[in-house]
């Protein structure tokens, strides 16, 4: 349960002469720097669900563990149908069940009665179905052909002894569950989850609840992004709000580095005069400035505190969660051992126009309704309530386009991120 070496000091260095950064560049970044930050453990499958794989998981059994019966039925060996009208078998006494083998071997000319997921009996390879077929307590007929082997399942046809079931930094699903106890898997070592902690920063802000005075809003970024790193399973710390303080701000970035693997800030991130948190970190830590060709976002400082990766998102909400999602959320996900991973995406008929400029790359809240990509009325990055109304983004590319209803735009689900 060691954990892993810290990352390196230049981790979010740039390389010499960059001063804009694409957002392919900024993620090819990212993908590099990362490392995983937390020790491993052994977990119960009961609790696997979500975590991330810190081996690759090998099956050492087959499954189904021998050949069995799809349905229920009468077993025999299958040559006996392969090319006759009308098959009759003497039938054995006794049945074949799940969980209580027959044991005797099968002749030729004989069936048995099976029930489904019973180990076939030697000499059975095929199972007709009880519906088709005619029985008294000596015999059986049904009607051909039937070939050889139907209504069975093979050993190993699901999983071979030695196969690779999932790959380290694999984020498990439940579905993964019943795979890894197909074969007899109880535990599996997992990564302990990344603590992550959220901050917010800000002297107009305050919290939801508390009566605000003029000039005051409520701190909008610090719910949201708290509840999407959980969704995520994350171990979340709420770091609270810093005042646009230098002071109140290093203490806070200290007690994370005790406390978190990662830290997501909000606000302050930019080069202006209460820009404490960029500040802080060209002073006290190693600072850079990301200024990726991307709108909504301006620019992310990105840092290390004491060995914390800082991500110093803007104080925006709607540019905060572009960037947590197309930025940070890759980058933590590497952090706590998972495999880099880029959101699928659809390319669906827009419902709507737009004319774009060259330059950035453009994330505009949207959802899809009948097959297509609505965007919200409003690209105003203050209308938070477009993040509500929007299920995913639509990515128009860096060039310059004309988007006219029925082309084709990239839409990203939330999910995918
Ligand atoms: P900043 O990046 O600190 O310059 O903030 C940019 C804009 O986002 C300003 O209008 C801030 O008031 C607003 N803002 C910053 N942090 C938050 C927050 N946590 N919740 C809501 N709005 C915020
Ligand atoms: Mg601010």
Same mark, same amino acid.
């Given at each position: 349960?060691?954990?892993?070496?810290?990352?390196?000091?230049?981790?979010?260095?740039?390389?010499?002469?960059?001063?804009?950064?694409?957002?392919?560049?900024?993620?090819?970044?990212?993908?590099?720097?990362?490392?995983?930050?937390?020790?491993?453990?052994?977990?119960?499958?009961?609790?696997?669900?979500?975590?991330?794989?810190?081996?690759?998981?090998?099956?050492?059994?087959?499954?189904?563990?021998?050949?069995?019966?799809?349905?229920?039925?009468?077993?025999?060996?299958?040559?006996?149908?392969?090319?006759?009208?009308?098959?009759?078998?003497?039938?054995?006494?006794?049945? %074949?069940?799940?969980?209580?083998?027959? #044991?005797?071997?099968?002749?030729? @000319? =004989?069936? $048995?009665?099976?029930?489904?997921? &019973?180990?076939?009996?030697?000499?059975?390879?095929?199972?007709?179905?009880?519906?088709?077929?005619?029985?008294?307590?000596?015999?059986?007929?049904?009607?051909?052909?039937?070939?050889?082997?139907?209504?069975?399942?093979?050993?190993?046809?699901?999983?071979?002894?030695?196969?690779?079931?999932?790959?380290?930094?694999?984020?498990?699903?439940?579905?993964?569950?019943?795979?890894?106890?197909?074969?007899?898997?109880?535990?599996?070592?997992?990564?302990?989850?990344?603590?992550?902690?959220?901050?917010?920063?800000?002297?107009?802000?305050?919290?939801?609840?508390?009566?605000?005075?003029?000039?005051?809003?409520?701190? %909008?970024?610090?719910?949201?992004?708290? #509840?999407?790193?959980?969704?995520? @399973? =994350?171990? $979340?710390?709420?770091?609270?709000? &810093?005042?646009?303080?230098?002071?109140?701000?290093?203490?806070?970035?200290?007690?994370?580095?005790?406390?978190?693997?990662?830290?997501?800030?909000?606000?302050?991130?930019?080069?202006?005069?209460?820009?404490?948190?960029?500040?802080?970190?060209?002073?006290?830590?190693?600072?850079?400035?990301?200024?990726?060709?991307?709108?909504?976002?301006?620019?992310?400082?990105?840092?290390?505190?004491?060995?914390?990766?800082?991500?110093?998102?803007?104080?925006?909400?709607?540019?905060?969660?572009?960037?947590?999602?197309?930025?940070?959320?890759?980058?933590?996900?590497?952090?706590?051992?998972?495999?880099?991973?880029?959101?699928?995406?659809?390319?669906?008929?827009?419902?709507?126009?737009?004319?774009?400029?060259?330059?950035?790359?453009?994330?505009?809240? &949207?959802?899809?309704?009948?097959?297509?990509?609505?965007?919200?009325?409003?690209?105003?990055?203050?209308?938070?309530?477009?993040?509500?109304?929007?299920?995913?983004?639509?990515?128009?590319?860096?060039?310059?386009?004309?988007?006219?209803?029925?082309?084709?735009?990239?839409?990203?689900?939330?999910?995918?991120?």
């Amino acid at each position: 349960m060691i954990a892993p070496p810290p990352l390196r000091d230049d981790c979010f260095a740039l390389p010499p002469g960059v001063d804009w950064l694409s957002v392919e560049f900024a993620l090819e970044l990212l993908r590099n720097a990362m490392r995983p930050k937390v020790a491993t453990m052994c977990v119960d499958l009961g609790v696997a669900t979500g975590r991330i794989l810190a081996e690759d998981i090998t099956a050492s059994e087959n499954s189904p563990p021998h050949a069995n019966s799809a349905i229920d039925g009468y077993g025999y060996l299958g040559v006996q149908s392969e090319d006759r009208d009308v098959i009759c078998l003497s039938l054995m006494q006794g049945r %074949a069940a799940a969980g209580h083998p027959f #044991g005797t071997p099968v002749p030729e @000319g =004989y069936a $048995v009665k099976v029930l489904t997921g &019973a180990i076939l009996p030697e000499g059975v390879d095929t199972v007709v179905m009880q519906e088709d077929v005619s029985a008294d307590s000596h015999e059986i007929a049904f009607r051909g052909p039937l070939k050889a082997g139907k209504n069975t399942r093979s050993v190993g046809e699901d999983i071979q002894t030695g196969q690779v079931l999932f790959g380290k930094g694999r984020k498990i699903r439940t579905s993964d569950l019943a795979v890894l106890a197909s074969v007899g898997i109880s535990q599996v070592t997992v990564y302990q989850p990344l603590r992550v902690g959220i901050l917010s920063t800000g002297d107009e802000l305050i919290e939801p609840g508390e009566q605000a005075q003029v000039g005051q809003i409520y701190d %909008a970024n610090r719910p949201m992004l708290i #509840g999407q790193m959980m969704q995520l @399973g =994350y171990d $979340v710390l709420d770091m609270g709000r &810093a005042d646009d303080d230098a002071q109140s701000l290093r203490f806070i970035l200290n007690s994370a580095a005790d406390r978190c693997d990662a830290l997501i800030t909000t606000g302050g991130a930019s080069a202006g005069e209460e820009d404490h948190m960029s500040a802080l970190l060209r002073d006290s830590g190693s600072l850079e400035m990301w200024r990726i060709a991307v709108k909504p976002g301006r620019p992310m400082a990105m840092g290390l505190w004491s060995g914390l990766p800082v991500f110093g998102l803007p104080g925006n909400p709607v540019a905060a969660m572009v960037c947590a999602l197309v930025f940070t959320q890759p980058a933590l996900r590497t952090l706590a051992g998972g495999t880099w991973k880029m959101p699928q995406s659809f390319d669906v008929a827009a419902a709507f126009e737009k004319s774009k400029k060259p330059g950035r790359r453009e994330y505009l809240r &949207a959802r899809i309704r009948k097959g297509c990509a609505e965007v919200f009325r409003s690209e105003g990055s203050g209308r938070i309530t477009g993040l509500s109304w929007a299920e995913g983004l639509v990515e128009l590319a860096e060039p310059a386009h004309d988007v006219k209803i029925g082309d084709k735009v990239r839409y990203i689900p939330f999910s995918e991120f």
